[in-house]
């Protein structure tokens, strides 16, 4: 910590001395938004371990603050975000989605704070994606993430983007408490899960980045060290429960995409390695889009995404041998109806999750989302299988300020 | 007599015949002296109010903000950020439009801060559920399509010519667009008509309240939108509008949308 506090000193020490000069007279644009958001979640079995209730009422708070100079020079970002669950204590809890500083110097870009970021192409597994911790108690597709602390060095050039990442502490995962649901037989807290580096959370994380669109193909390579994010998942011991851990890690990456007409096809993989583990994992397909269906506006749009990893049974995603096969309509009106239809199939086990979404605008400044999570015939080889009675039904409403 | 009367013939004829040639290459060189007046503004930044109607006359608002960078031998690149509805505050498309074959698209997502590339050959489909298609919304490239003058005339003291433009794209909505060129002012456009895949008139699109800026380019503050077909309309109207504002390629990648 004090080291990476002194580089942020110092980072903003050499900014103040470049603004006492030019910028005094600088104009910002600051800008606050807001939303609000009610969220019922019913579990329509009942849970299969004691103390599991079937209803769930929450509300989130989420606000952003942006301010930015008005040459585009400098920007800071303040973005919280805070969830009262009267059901799920582990629920109940706030983070710091995002909160930094960004400095712009012609094709160099230089951030302090706290950020996330997103690395990837696939829409069933993000294998790639590894700066941030997921927001686990969010909901179980990993979409949601925890900041992270970060100094992050951006190059922008002709032979693509350069980037570098010191990350001085990492996150561990949240699960949810024993009234909840998606949990594991035995209820694990957040410190349950140990980091196998004598430094914990303070052993420091480096990333580098590099990618580049040539003309129909976008191509990005990338590698980590440090603390991993996703628990390393070494069995299952009735006496014990699951045997987690957070290794110290290297992972290589590289995602692929390539866009023709309505085609995209992806492909993103992962090789990572560490004291107790080495594995490979990718995830593979295609996206197509019928745009304008019968001139009548709307996009239905085709995702099928086949993933291996290697780790198999003991893949922490579940994800090992799956196939996903998806619909997406956005009708393209004035509300901006969108529905998503998918399941996510494994080709061996047989296990299968659908999930249905459906988003609408309700007046000027309300949003409806509707969810629902089933899952079918789970192998009891699964990590999901400690979740085979977790059906949920969910909706969301939401204000926006 | 019969000679003369071949002769008045085949000068009829041939006035019938030759305006095919005449007829593109007229329109093409209204169409480049339309593009070429735009040529030099560089960049330009600009806010807009697109109102949607429809047919029971309810309006819904949208705000974006735009910016557009003139890159030499292709066709812009431009960035768009959706200030409202509300609930997609922050999304950002990019776009690299080219003179030939498909666009570079990529939109920016803040909630899973995610920049995805998207299939840009979608040219028909509306923009934000208004009467816009994208095909609309993208930078005017002369290359993009085949051209047929019909007629021109004074209307009050200005000249207008009247010429028809056929998308060269088979993905685009329209069979024909009959535009208006105003040729005593720098050759601006001052109405289109959209005509769809069968042949049947779909919309017209006014361009008003036009300024001058710079001394130089003609930008209309107000476009008005009228789908013929569905009564429904939309009107884009800009404030702000300024040229050469401090921006550069760099500004334009897809690193940049993420903020």
Redesign the interface.
């Known amino acids: 910590m004090p080291k990476f506090l002194l580089i942020v000193c110092v980072f903003l020490l050499i900014n103040n001395l470049v603004w006492s000069q030019d910028t005094l007279k600088k104009k910002w644009e600051v800008d606050l ?1 807001a ?1 609000l958001e009610l969220e019922n979640q019913y579990f329509t079995s009942k849970g299969l371990y004691p103390n599991q209730k079937d209803y769930f009422l929450s509300g989130a708070f989420k606000p ?1 603050l942006k301010i930015n100079s008005a ?2 020079k400098h ?1 800071f ?1 303040v973005e919280p975000f805070v969830r009262g669950s009267i059901q799920d204590p582990n629920r109940t809890h706030w983070d710091v989605r995002q909160a930094y500083y ?1 400095r712009k110097l ?2 160099w ?1 230089i951030t302090v704070g706290v950020r ?3 690395w990837g ?1 696939a829409e069933s597994n993000h294998l790639v994606d590894i700066i941030n911790q997921t927001d686990a108690v969010e909901g179980i597709d990993g ?1 949601q ?1 925890l900041g992270q602390p970060m100094l992050q060095i ?1 190059k ?1 050039s002709k032979l693509g ?1 350069f ?1 570098f990442f010191y990350l001085p502490y990492s996150r561990r995962i949240q699960l949810s408490s024993k009234t909840g649901r998606y949990r594991f037989p035995v209820v694990l807290e957040r410190e349950d899960i140990q980091f196998r580096s004598s430094n914990k959370e303070w052993h420091p994380s480096f990333a580098l980045r590099w ?1 580049k ?1 040539a003309d129909d193909f ?1 191509l990005g390579l990338s590698h980590f060290y440090g603390n991993s994010r996703e628990p390393l998942f070494l069995g299952f011991n009735p006496a014990t429960g699951l045997d987690l851990s957070y290794p110290v890690i290297n992972q290589s990456g590289i995602d692929i ?1 390539y ?1 023709k ?4 096809l992806k492909l993103e993989s992962i090789y990572r390695t560490s004291t107790f583990q080495d594995f490979i994992a990718f995830t593979s397909g295609f ?1 197509y ?1 019928f ?2 269906v019968f ?1 009548k ?1 709307a ?1 239905v749009g085709i995702v099928a995404e086949y993933t291996y990893d290697s780790r198999r049974e003991l893949t922490f995603s579940g994800l090992d041998n799956d196939v996903f096969i998806g619909t997406r309509i956005a009708l ?5 109806t969108d529905c998503l239809i998918g399941g996510i199939f494994d080709v061996e086990k047989g296990t299968t999750l659908y999930r249905v979404e459906a988003s609408r ?1 309700v007046a ?2 309300y ?1 409806i989302a509707l969810k629902a999570n089933i899952l079918s015939n789970v192998s009891d080889k699964e990590i999901l299988y400690n979740f085979r009675s977790d059906d949920l039904l969910e909706m969301k409403i ?1 204000k ?2 | 007599m019969y000679n003369l009367k071949s002769i008045v013939a085949s000068i009829l004829f041939s006035s019938l015949t030759l305006p095919a040639s005449f007829a593109q290459d007229r329109g093409l060189e209204i169409a480049q002296n339309s593009d070429k007046a735009d040529i030099g503004y560089k960049s330009s930044e600009s806010e807009l109010q697109m109102i949607l109607t429809n047919k029971q006359g309810q309006t819904s608002i949208n705000l974006l903000k735009n910016k557009t960078l003139e890159v030499p031998n292709d066709g812009d690149k431009s960035i768009i950020e959706f200030n409202s509805p509300k609930d997609v505050k922050g999304t950002k498309t990019l776009t690299y439009t080219h003179k030939s074959g498909d666009d570079d698209q990529w939109i920016y997502l803040p909630a899973v801060t995610r920049v995805k590339r998207i299939a840009s050959s979608n040219k028909s489909g509306p923009f934000m559920g208004s009467e816009f298609a994208f095909e609309d919304l993208s930078s005017f490239e002369v290359e993009k399509y085949t051209y047929k003058f019909i007629s021109e005339s004074m209307v009050g003291t200005e000249k207008i010519a009247i010429v028809e433009m056929d998308p060269k794209d088979p993905k685009s909505g329209y069979t024909r667009i009959i535009g208006k060129f105003n040729l005593s002012k720098n050759y601006r456009v001052e109405e289109l008509e959209f005509y769809d895949r069968k042949n049947e008139k779909l919309k017209t699109l006014t361009y008003s309240d036009y300024k001058l800026y710079n001394n130089k380019y003609f930008r209309a503050n107000a476009l008005n939108m009228v789908n013929h077909q569905s009564g429904k309309k939309t009107q884009l109207l800009f404030t702000n509008y300024k040229f050469g504002i401090n921006l550069s390629e760099n500004d334009l990648t897809e690193d940049n949308l993420k903020n």
């Not at chain 1, 007409?261 to 995209?264: N, Q, V």
């Not at chain 1, 393209?332 to 901006?336: E, H, Q």
């Open positions: 938004s939303e952003t040459d585009g920007a970002k960004q012609k094709s870009t996330k970021v997103f192409v979409k993430k951006s922008n983007n980037e990618s669109t976008s995409q866009n007409d309505a085609w995209i996206e889009t745009g304008n001139d506006g996009d393209n009106d004035d509300k901006s605008r000027k400044s949003k939401s926006f300020f």
